[in-house]
């Protein structure tokens, strides 16, 4: 060690943005989830029924916008009323079979679900 000189403690370590912890991230993305959307009988259109799990994660919304996959520039979004339903499954979401011909996926496929 070099003689003469001692040693701060107590200083802080600046850590820049880009070398932050991986969870600090996860909880700015509260404002979405993926889930698996599903087409069933009784659901109105442009009314989306979100499980238990998944309308609390997005606290509460009263309105969602769903974005189904398709690439950056073929993102195919639309925005529904949000309803929450305890029948339906976690992780997923159900509409109407005439909303997921509009948005234009199969059944089945794993969609982003935002908060509006």
Do not use: C, W
Not at 29 to 44: C, D, I, L, P, T
């Amino acid at each position: 060690m070099a003689e003469g000189r001692d040693v701060e403690r107590g200083k802080k370590l600046l850590i820049p943005p880009f070398l932050s912890p991986q969870q600090e991230k996860k909880e700015q993305r509260r404002g979405e989830r993926r889930a698996r959307v599903r087409s069933a009988e009784g659901v109105e259109e442009g009314v989306a029924k979100l499980a238990p799990d998944v309308y609390e994660a997005l606290d509460k919304p009263a309105e969602v916008e769903i974005v189904a996959p398709g690439g950056s520039s073929h993102e195919k979004k639309k925005t529904f009323r949000a309803v929450l339903d305890e029948k339906v499954p976690s992780g997923e979401v159900h509409l109407s079979a005439e909303d997921l011909r509009a948005l234009g996926v199969a059944e089945n496929t794993i969609v982003t679900v935002r908060k509006r």
